[in-house]
């Protein structure tokens, strides 16, 4: 998996989805085993203020066997009006494997849009 994010970009109160698969680099790509792994992903501010978080169980879902990562973002978690706060922000995924070994696999910036439909 590159560590080459591209921006996110989310309408306010939408859902948004994104699956990845963490490989190895070698020929055959062959997928990393997740087995026992956590994963975070946090959304912060300019200032390090958090915005959001999905966690293992709680928005973030891991196929272990096949390096699979199925990340969701509720449309509750950024309802509202697009406050100045979210300027800026930026996002990371992190692994966390049983041994206490800790991998950034993406970062990247977060780019939250006011929506047309309000309601």
Known sequence: MSSQAPTISLVAGT???FSATWAS???HATPIDLT??????????YQGETLLTCETGNGIDLVPE???????IRPEQTAGPVAQHWAGARYELRITFPNG????LLQG???LQPGVIHG
């Open 36 to 45: 026992g792994c956590e994963a975070m992903f946090a959304v912060v501010s």
């Open 101 to 104: 070994d800790v991998f950034s």
């Open 66 to 72: 096949d390096g699979g990562i199925h990340l969701h």
């Open 15 to 17: 859902t948004y989805r």
């Open 109 to 111: 910036r977060f780019q």
């Open 25 to 27: 680099d070698d020929a």
